[in-house]
């Protein structure tokens, strides 16, 4: 059991804990706190996996604006200042039953694939990795198409979000 | 024209004529009588025309004049049909003509052409007088004028026809017509009762005798294969004929068809035990009574009956039994008429009677005497017909005038000094009377009745020879009877005084039929009569060379001659002896209830016969069988049909298909529908959840198939 | 020396705990984080076989952003259509949005 292993251990139990706890807490502003915790912990994740870029980037994207966007979606949605009622459906167990097949299923799908348990190749040093995502995100015979793309889509998003979302009075 | 399409063409007039009156002239009564009595004419010219040239022909016997065409197909032959003229047939196509002619032209005066329309007439009854324009009560004419001529013409038809073939089919055929129009000319007043019940009687009583006479023919042509003269008198088939036995009476095959052929006459020539429609045809018009009664129908059945002679002769035993019934029928009818009162009654029953005689001289095997007496027969008892429907109109005429319709114009006694009112009609009546009576030299019914007399004396007969004798008696004493209470003395009520003549087209006839009754005997005088040496007798040589081998002269008698003689002379003196004093019912002895009432026998025959037939009709076949047994297999099947169609209706249709395949179909549908709906509840994580659930499902079978199979 | 199947249990084990938040969450925001869980748990999985395959593929990365840039605007258009209900039907719970029903 190296160092890394056991960081990765406590990584994946902040992860799947604070995973948990978005999805059962009662207090929705709680939820979405914990919902930056988990987000926390994946970018700690992309990290340990040598994707610098995207861990800041998940940090910036995902809770600089997603997760705060989240608490205002929540804040302009509460009839008052608390919750009230149960949180979670009738046959909630069924659902559970069905994450549980769910988790087992691609647990099983995936241990059949002969490389389920291989291991990393090393990182090679000085390896510019970033500069190389760059250069993949925007050289046409690369990945130029769906950047671009990815760019209407957002933009399409925020017309869109803004159109529906508006207030007419 | 040759002669064989003259021959062709003499029934077709009349029957042009029935057909054009029917669909055409039926509301034009001059076209009518002129159309019909047109034809007769042009029928009997030609009939005149073919006798000339027959007479003319020489060996006429052994090559008659005729033709024939194929008929019905058999296998590989034919059966043909045709007409035919040799001397027999030839002497009766003459009197056939000459009485049709003379009786279509009196049927014009008789229908009271020319006279206003009745007061109270009604088509199916007799006229019944008319008032004219000064208040007197005349003769009314027939309604159904145009009717009368249409059916005689058809009648005629009918037996020009059955004269004329050359074969039994067609003589059938003529035969059967004859006997639907005296149906329907008996029946021709169909309002009266009486003439309803006498027409069908008349039918059914000559049936009889035709299903027996269909049998013979059936039987004939099953033995020889042929029907037509020619074929069955070729001496083999006689032979082969005569020698065949059968299993009836021990008759030979000849015996047992002439036998059965015999019986058809027996029933048209009302001969006794069918003779019983005879009287009662009666109630048709009298012209209908003149030619069915006397001149044509009955006729034919002996006329039937001697061109079967070739066939008839072969076996004795049938022989026996035709001369037996002839013998009989005469003495009998004879006796009947004696007691008679209605004036056509006698003369009906004189018609059996003389029938009798004619078929009697065939069964002793006088062919040429019962051929001779049937050609004069049928000019006088024609002639007395005619002149006896005279007498009727005149007394109707009288009734008409007194008012007094409870009047039998009929009756004998309520006539009598009519000879001074109705001259002509007196003394044709009187020389048609005097040739049924057989009175000698002059009149033709002495020629024929003494050749039958002589040839049953000489040949043996003697039991026939004395029957007929007493019959030829009784004959001129209810003759001389009759003339006696009708033409002479003093009238016995006010309808005979004021009498008067009938109209031209009724007295011509009587006189051109009086001049037959007196020549017409002539052409028969024997060879030998008295014992001069004449010419021999054209009449025989005539018609006896019909036959193959031509039948010998009757050698004179005395006995037979003086017999004769006596009968007739005396018969007709006491006729007028005890006559001439009776003016009453009361006076007259010989109305002795037996005879009057002809012997009972309709009584018996209903008795016997009727009432069992009407029974077996009415409660076996109809009630038993139609009603109860057919009806109710039919009610049955049609209960059992509703039975079943019931339980069907409510087990299968009802409960089952109605519950299940239509209701139920709608109730499912319903049923899944009403379940299926909750689905789409709206609500999207139960979406999710469920889509969840299925792509689990299909991935887990997908990997079950594709990986682990 | 982490072998690959921890990075690809932890992704399915965060899957569906995001699952089990979609499905069982009223509040139709708390259904929009799950998923997110779920989004995350994709990206993990992406980014972990970039890494332990060929690194000179950037396709692993490049992925990871697009899911990235979907993300973000599936939620900006997410919540502004909550927004909208919210403003209309005065609930954000999904159980009462239910109109599209028989």
Known sequence: MTAMQIFFLITGLVILGSALMVVTTRNLIHAALWLIVTLFGVAVLYAILNASFLAVVQVVVYIGAIAILFIFAVMLTRKEMRDRGPQLNKGWWLNAIIALLTFGGLFWMLQSWNGFSKTAADFPSGYDAVGQLGRALISPDAFVLPFEVASVLLLAALVGAVYIAFNRK | ?709 | MIPLSWFLILSAALFSIGLFGVLSRRNAVAILLGIELMLNAANINLVSFWRYGDISLMAGQVFAIIVFAVAASEVAVGLALVISVYRRRNTVIADELDLLKW
């Not at chain 2, 509301?27 to 029928?43: E, I, M, Y």
């Not at chain 2, 024997?526 to 040496?533: A, E, K, N, T, V």
């Open chain 2, 1 to 709: 024209m040759t002669t064989e399409t003259l021959i062709w063409l003499i029934p077709l007039p009349p029957v042009l004529a029935f057909f054009l009156i029917i669909l055409f002239t039926n509301r034009n009564k001059a076209l009518s009588h002129t159309v019909a009595v047109g034809a007769a004419f042009l029928s009997w010219l030609g009939a005149m025309i073919v006798f000339v040239r027959a007479i003319g022909t020489p060996d006429l016997g052994k090559t008659p004049f005729g033709s024939s065409v194929n008929w019905i197909p058999t296998a590989d032959t034919w059966l043909k049909v045709g007409v035919q003229i040799d001397p027999l047939g030839a002497v009766v196509l003459f009197f056939v003509a000459w009485t049709i002619l003379m009786i279509f032209i009196y049927s014009v005066g008789y229908n009271n052409f020319g006279q206003p329309k009745g007061d109270h007439d009604h088509p199916g009854l007799p006229p019944h007088g008319a008032t004219d324009e000064h208040g007197h009560a005349v003769p009314s004419v027939e309604p159904m004028y145009s009717r009368f001529f249409a059916f005689i013409s058809l009648f005629a038809f009918g037996m020009f026809t059955l004269v004329l073939s050359d074969n039994l089919l067609t003589l059938f055929a003529g035969w059967e017509i004859m006997g639907l129009c005296s149906y329907l000319l008996i029946g021709f007043w169909y309002a009266k009762e009486s003439a309803r019940n006498a027409a069908v009687k008349a039918f059914m009583t000559t049936r009889v005798g035709d299903v027996f006479m269909l049998l013979g023919i059936a039987f004939l042509y099953s033995a020889t294969g042929s029907l037509s003269y020619h074929d069955i008198f070729q001496p083999q088939v006689l032979h082969a004929l005569a020698s065949v036995p059968t299993p009836i009476f021990g008759l030979s095959a000849a015996g047992l068809i002439g036998l059965l052929l015999f019986i058809g006459t027996v029933g048209k020539s009302a001969q006794f035990p069918l003779h019983v429609w005879l009287p009662d045809a009666m109630e048709g018009p009298t012209p209908v009574s003149a030619m069915i009664h006397a001149a044509t129908m009955v006729s034919a059945g002996v006329y039937m009956i001697i061109r079967m002679f070739p066939l008839i002769s072969l076996d004795p035993k049938t022989m026996t039994v035709i001369a037996f019934i002839g013998t009989f029928t005469a003495i009998f009818a004879a006796t009947i008429a004696v007691a008679q009162n209605d004036i056509k009654r006698v003369l009906a029953y004189s018609t059996i009677s003389q029938l009798g005689f004619m078929i009697a001289a065939l069964g002793v095997g006088a062919y040429v005497a019962a051929a001779f007496h049937l050609v004069t027969h049928a000019f006088f008892k024609a002639l007395l017909f005619l002149g006896s429907g005279s007498v009727i109109h005149g007394m109707e005429h009288g009734v008409l005038y007194t008012g007094d319709h409870r009047v039998d114009p009929q009756n004998m006694f309520n006539m009598g000094g009519l000879r001074r009112k109705m001259p002509i009609t007196f003394w044709t009546f009187l020389i048609g009377g005097f040739a049924l009576s057989g009175f000698p030299l002059l009149t033709a019914g002495f020629w024929s009745k003494d050749e039958i007399l002589a040839d049953a004396f000489s040949n043996g007969h003697l039991i026939v020879f004395i029957t007929l004798a007493v019959a030829a008696f009784l004959t001129a004493f209810y003759t001389m009877r009759q003339i006696t209470l009708t033409f002479l003395g003093e009238p016995r009520a006010r309808e005979a005084e004021y009498a008067h003549e009938t109209p031209w087209t009724m007295t011509a006839p009587l006189v051109l039929l009086a001049g037959f009754a007196i020549c017409a005997g002539w052409v028969g005088i024997p060879q030998d009569f008295l014992g001069l040496h004449l010419n021999p007798s054209w009449f025989h040589e005539f018609v006896g060379s019909t036959l193959a081998v031509m039948p010998e002269a009757t050698p004179f008698s005395w006995v037979a001659f003086g017999t004769s003689l006596l009968v007739a002379l005396g018969g007709l003196f006491f006729g007028w002896l005890v006559y001439r004093n009776v003016a009453a019912p009361e006076q007259d002895k010989l109305q002795i209830p037996l005879l009057k009432n002809k012997y009972y026998l309709d009584e018996i025959y209903n008795f016997l016969l009727i009432k069992p037939s009407y029974w077996f009709a009415k409660t076996v076949v109809y009630q038993w069988m139609d009603k109860g047994l057919i009806d109710g297999i039919l009610h049955f099947f049609g209960k059992a049909a509703n039975a079943i169609g019931s339980v069907v209706r409510k087990y299968i249709d009802l409960w089952f298909i109605n519950r299940t395949v239509g209701d139920g179909t709608a109730h499912v549908t319903q049923w899944v529908g009403r379940n299926l709906r909750p689905i789409q509840s709206g609500r999207i994580q139960q979406y999710m959840l469920v889509s969840l659930i299925v792509l689990l499902a299909i991935v887990g079978l997908l990997y079950y198939l594709l990986v682990i199979v």
